[in-house]
């Protein structure tokens, strides 16, 4: 009788750390910001100090504030723009060095290595890059015909698209890994029934490659999702959200209302809005794919 | 038995944190010593670093009873950031931390800062000690009667110019706006379409501190006594900004739009690929290491002949509130030893920073130094043709405002009057709750 009770007791014991762990760093904090986000709180400004109750006026403020409009635009020409490119990416990258040739490792080293360095080494070379006149990379471009704007920081038009160069080629590389995994996890079978078959490496690629990776490509688009919402390291040191607030993305807006504005109760309505948006893709995602498991067995 | 085990494990799990805690907490206050925790931004390239822990250890040398812990912790945002984020979570600030002089409004309402008064007053000279300092330094640290910052490590915004250039294409030193464009257009050199040489560079990736010499040299800060009240669209800082432009756009000696070059500068200018540049004094030092020809730095030139203007920069000493009394005592001794004339010339010598307290340029190491480093001079006479450095209510608010609309005009997205009616409309609207 009492074994049986401690045995029914141990896996609370057992997931007690981690549901604490969880319970801290996750739970309570996100609580704590959608209570402050009902609350007018400045610290900067003396008589705002204190929280007032304001209910949802910090997110009417911020849907009626054309910046918050242009970040939310920017947030997405930015996630839109990464995420798919890199995946795809990672996956030609997989295929290339999936292959038993002599010098690939240092193939491999070479894609793989931007995802090793801190993102603020990694920016900070990019602005290296990307330095007008004698930046490498406009000396690049020019030998492939490239006649723009050189000023890619600084021009309204390019700021955010360097902000993304530099997340992608970043991140490219990473998710590449999961892809080679996968790859060499792969039957060879089937490969060869294929090639018996007369399939071309186009046909062998979307036709048995690419559904039998599906559920790592789930993973790597999620990942890539959650990343390019989190990483903004790279914001603060090739554009500090400008020229103008072009470059600006929600992670920086919100750091920027926080603790260059001071304004407690808008930035926890911003944290609620982000940790809305992520939570609507995990969920959706993972019902979708369960779906689809469903839908397959 | 098994049950037993478990319990032993959950409890481990649970004493760690506490034991993590308790082990980080054990080391102060230990012996009758006093320790106490500065936050230090590392923001220019000089050891900074290096520099500090010298002046600590002699510090502590001197002051055997008290320990000094220095925090490098990136630029100033990022201080300001570790400050904030410690006071909010309930933990114990540092006794003592170099934030920027303009955070002044933002760090007295949200209570974070102790005023310096009492300890000052208690202080046999503590009017020759504040008449010391370069008022241009002392602007940003009195509010409401109070003085809450003492300057440190204080910058200016300069012309540095190739002296050899300059004399090679017989142009005089620049002394007005018109000058100064006519001879950034002769010494910009373009073989075909590409340019070789830029005659000026003048970095506006964070504008408003580069800019605001043009709005003083046009005859109207962007900001006055009032700390809830800005100009930006006075006539003089649309005048400022048409100026700016017309560097690119008439006299075709800059590069056109936001110029993102405030890391990359000092490095064009020493290597000799642009003649002219506008940027801190805290770049003297590596530029003096690096130029292989004659360096000049002075104030910019204003729109009137023989006027000039610049502004002040930098970091000053804040003592934080929420740190036991006596460490805020130790804290005060570290700001007096830290600014004593000896110490400031010395940190101005190694770093390229103004030294803050004008005896500091009697000393003889300063003027022997002055004598091989005239510019070192230079820099500091460029004081004297400052005004204020934009620091409001709401500050953080107010600059991005001003930033966004100045780069707007700087990118030709808007006409420079348009871009400042815009900006003046929505700082006052971010400044009211103040008047």
């Keep these: 009788m009492k074994t049986a009770k401690g045995e029914r007791l141990l896996p609370y014991f057992l997931i007690f750390p981690t549901f604490l762990f969880v319970a801290i760093f996750t739970v309570y904090p996100t609580l704590r910001a959608t209570v402050q986000s009902l609350f007018r709180q400045r610290l900067n400004i003396a008589k705002f100090r204190e929280p007032t109750f304001i209910g949802l006026a910090n997110y009417v403020d911020l849907f009626k504030d054309p910046q918050f409009i242009t970040v939310l635009t920017n947030t997405l020409i930015y996630v839109i723009g990464v995420v798919p490119i890199s995946v795809v990416t990672a996956f030609l990258f997989a295929q290339i060095v999936n292959r038993k040739l002599k010098g ?24 290296f890059l990307f330095t007008p006149d004698y930046g490498l990379f406009n000396t690049a471009l ?15 038009r390019l700021a955010l698209v360097a902000v993304m160069l530099v997340a992608y080629w970043k991140n490219a590389g990473f998710y590449m890994i999961f892809y080679l995994a996968g790859l060499q996890n792969l039957p060879a079978g089937v490969y060869e029934a294929a090639r018996m078959e007369g399939a071309g490496p186009i046909r062998i690629a979307f036709s048995i490659t ?7 490509t789930l993973f790597v688009s999620t990942i890539a999702f959650i990343t390019a919402f989190q990483a903004v390291d790279h914001v603060f040191v090739l554009t500090s959200g400008g020229p103008s607030g072009k470059s600006s993305i929600l992670l920086y807006y919100l750091w920027e209302q926080r603790f260059v504005n001071l304004d407690v109760g808008r930035s926890s309505a911003l944290t609620v809005i982000l940790i809305a948006i992520l939570l609507a893709f995990t969920v959706s995602n993972f019902v979708l794919s369960e779906q689809k498991e469903a839908g397959d067995d | 038995m098994k049950r037993l085990w478990t319990i ?34 590392v923001a220019v390239d000089a050891p900074i670093a290096k520099i500090l822990d010298g002046y600590i250890q002699e510090f502590e040398q001197a002051n055997p009873n008290i320990a ?76 409401n009667g109070k003085l809450w910052s003492i300057p440190f490590q204080r ?32 010494l910009t050199e373009r073989s075909g379409n590409k340019v070789t040489r830029w005659g000026i560079e003048w970095p506006s990736d964070w504008p408003y501190w580069l800019f605001q010499p043009l709005a003083i040299g046009a005859g109207h ?50 290597s000799g690929n642009t003649a002219m540049i506008v940027h801190s004094t805290g770049s003297l030092t590596g530029i003096l290491s690096q130029a292989k020809f004659n360096v000049g730095v002075m104030a910019i030139p204003g729109k009137k002949t023989g006027t000039y203007a610049s502004v002040p920069g930098g970091g000053n000493l804040y003592m934080l509130k929420g740190v036991p009394e006596i460490q805020q005592q130790a804290a005060f001794k570290f700001i007096q ?61 107010v600059r991005t405002i001003f930033h966004k609309y100045l780069q707007a005009a700087f990118n030709r997205e808007m006409s420079a009057g348009e871009a400042m009616a815009q900006a003046q409309k929505e700082a006052d609207k971010a400044l009211e709750p103040f008047r």
Excluded at chain 2, 369 to 376: G, N
């Design chain 1, 142 to 156: 020019k030998l492939f015909g490239y006649h723009g704007p050189e000023n890619w920081t600084a021009n309204p």
């Design chain 2, 337 to 397: 030893f830290l600014t004593e004339p000896a110490r400031a010339a010395d940190f101005s010598i190694q770093t390229g920073y103004i030294a803050a307290r004008k005896s500091s340029y009697d000393t003889d190491v300063m003027k022997s130094y002055i004598q091989k480093v005239p510019q070192a001079a230079s820099a500091r006479d460029a004081l004297q043709y400052a005004g204020k450095e934009l620091a409001v209510q709401n500050l953080g608010e």
């Design chain 2, 68 to 143: 000094v812990k220095p925090v490098y912790s990136g630029g100033y945002a990022d201080v300001k950031t570790a400050v904030q984020t410690t006071i909010q979570g309930g933990g114990t600030p540092p006794a003592l931390a170099v934030m920027l002089a303009t955070d002044l409004y933002d760090l007295v309402n949200a209570d974070y800062i102790l005023p310096m008064d009492s300890f000052l007053d208690k202080l046999p000279n503590k009017d020759t000690y504040l008449k010391d300092f370069f008022p241009a330094f002392l602007e940003n640290s009195r509010y």
């Design chain 2, 221 to 270: 800060n962007i900001v006055g006594d009032d700390p809830t009240k800005v100009y930006f669209d006075d006539p003089s800082v649309i005048d400022a900004i048409k100026y700016y432009n017309s560097l690119s756009g008439t006299y075709k000696a800059t590069p056109p739009g936001v110029q993102a070059t405030w890391g990359a500068v000092p490095n064009n200018f020493s």
């Design chain 2, 8 to 41: 032993l494990l959950a409890c481990a799990l649970l004493a760690t944190p506490a034991v993590l805690f308790a082990s980080g907490q054990s080391e102060s206050a230990s012996g009758g010593q006093t320790t106490i925790e500065v936050y230090y931004p």
């Design chain 2, 155 to 186: 910058s200016a915004v300069v012309l540095y110019y190739n002296r050899d250039l300059l004399a090679q294409n017989n142009i005089a030193v620049p002394d007005s706006w018109n000058s100064l464009g006519k001879a950034a257009a002769a």
């Design chain 1, 104 to 127: 690939i490792g240092v193939v491999r080293l070479a894609l793989f290595h931007p995802s090793i360095l801190p993102l603020v080494s990694a920016a900070t070379i990019w602005m």
């Design chain 1, 210 to 216: 690419l559904p039998l990776l599906r559920r790592t």
